[in-house]
């Protein structure tokens, strides 16, 4: 798929897509609200949240023989088997935990502390869920942890900045799939290609949680031995992490009860609810899938589904940066500064870092908020986003993240009240 302005999704689609989550264009309040803050917390299908209170509302145990009990066991492997179809994945282990870092956590302990090797690699603009596991990891166990370089020109990192730092001698390469700063997606695909022919047999595990809600994942075309996605970033619901490990990454020793099996990751009871939000995201992108094609197959559906969303967000993403209909775009307003802005949209996911003249990017998001508008700020002050931002030697942005269930009129009133914004600055700074 290659189209480097997106297409919309029909306005017919895009409004019956708005009425399938809660709050797209109010808040609980019933206030007007434009919630351009998906990286941190996606908008949730109406769907996924009364799948989770039914679910979550029997007392049944899952592990007993009772009929209710029977139901719960089914909606955890119907789960299950739907991680797999989100990343098309075979065999190996589902793993569900209460947040996507404690997945990360435990699947980097187990690579570091059993594959022999001196060093481990990863980037610079990994979540702090990844990078402090790699270096915790690599100070209790006396390895050096190598860091690849950001890209301030794509926003991400280059292929041969990564494969550079790989040898005989690498116990594990963990890279994120796509920046949660800048949005910008990195070329897993050759990643894994070229790091393989380097090493043939090193663990590599990926962070998808920024990625996985906006475009495909195919691991049988980017094999890795560990990948994590949070279903909270993913239209469902805070409180859970889902991670896949190939049948090798699983096997390897890991914290569980000894009489389970060797590649059994669970640790305790497991929650089925979370499991049916799972299988809800799938239904929904399945059904936005089946308005475009006829397949009955649900990976095929699944495809076709977030490609579409993929193909929305980049149309989006170009409005918001180049505008329409005689409206200005983000790179054409003056008072404004569009960071780590590359040209090519088919590498980006639907993340803007701007900034506004004479505005600190916290005071900013003030006003956005008075004008019912919720970003945030990324600064250099902040754990999430230091290590990443001075990257890019960048002191902070303001992050503005929408979703596919946003609409051309959204976006275009974003653009609207962000030129009220500057032209008040400017004024106050005159
Ligand atoms: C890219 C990325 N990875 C990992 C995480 C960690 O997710 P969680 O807070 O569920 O542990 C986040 C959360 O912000 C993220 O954006």
């Known amino acids: 798929m290659n189209n480097d302005q997106g297409i919309l999704f029909p306005e017919a689609l895009t409004r019956e897509i708005k009425d399938r989550f809660h709050y797209v264009d109010r808040d609980m309040n019933g206030r007007e609200r434009l919630f351009f803050d998906n990286a941190g ?3 949730r299908l109406k769907s996924a949240v009364e799948r989770f209170a ?4 029997l007392p049944d145990c899952p592990e007993r023989i009772h009929e209710m009990s029977r139901l719960l066991q089914k909606v955890q492997a119907d789960g299950t088997a739907d991680v797999r179809t989100i990343l098309n994945a075979q065999g190996g282990s589902v793993y569900a935990s209460l947040t996507a870092s404690g997945g990360m956590f435990d699947m980097v302990r187990a690579v570091a502390e059993n594959i022999p090797g001196t060093n481990m690699v990863t980037t610079t603009l990994e979540h702090p869920s990844s990078f402090d596991a790699l270096t915790l990891y690599a100070q209790r166990l006396d390895k050096e942890l190598r860091v690849a ?3 301030p020109v794509t926003g991400g990192v280059d292929v041969a900045d990564i494969v550079g730092l790989i040898d005989q001698d690498t116990t594990l390469l963990s890279v994120i799939y796509a920046s949660n700063i800048s949005g910008a997606k990195l070329d897993i695909q050759e990643i894994v290609k070229q790091a393989r022919a380097i090493k043939p047999d090193i663990y590599i595990v990926v962070d998808a949680v920024q990625h996985a809600p906006h475009g495909l994942i195919d691991l049988q075309k980017t094999p890795v031995d560990g990948i994590n996605i949070a279903p909270y970033k993913f239209f469902g619901c805070r409180g859970s992490g889902m991670s896949w490990l190939s049948d090798r990454a699983a096997r390897l020793p890991h ?3 000894a009489a389970k099996n060797v590649d059994f990751w669970d640790l305790g009871s497991s929650a089925p609810a979370q499991f049916g939000v799972v299988t809800e995201i799938v239904n929904y992108v399945c059904w936005i899938g089946s308005q475009f094609t006829g397949s009955a197959d649900r990976r095929e559906l699944f495809v076709c589904g ?4 993929e193909l929305h967000e980049r149309a989006l993403l170009a409005r918001m940066l180049n505008g329409s209909d005689g409206r200005s775009g983000l790179r054409h307003l003056d008072g404004i500064k569009v960071f780590l802005d590359y040209e090519d949209l088919t590498k980006r996911d639907l993340i803007l870092a701007i900034g506004i003249d004479n505005l600190e990017h916290a005071q ?4 956005y908020e008075k004008r019912g508008v919720i970003v945030y700020e990324r600064v250099s002050s902040s754990l999430y986003s230091k290590r990443m931002l001075e990257s890019f030697d960048l002191e902070g942005a303001i992050r503005v993240s929408p979703l596919h269930c946003n609409s051309v009129a ?3 009133r974003f653009l609207h009240i962000t030129r009220q914004i500057s032209l008040a600055m400017s004024v106050e700074a005159s």
């Not at 039914?54 to 509302?57: N, T, V």
């Not at 900013?364 to 006003?367: D, I, K, L, N």
């Open 41 to 43: 917390g996606s908008f």
């Open 54 to 57: 039914q679910i979550d509302a």
């Open 149 to 151: 370089k950001s890209n």
């Open 255 to 257: 914290h569980k009860l």
């Open 306 to 309: 977030i490609e579409r969303i």
């Open 364 to 367: 900013a998001v003030r006003e």
């Open 410 to 412: 959204d976006v275009d």
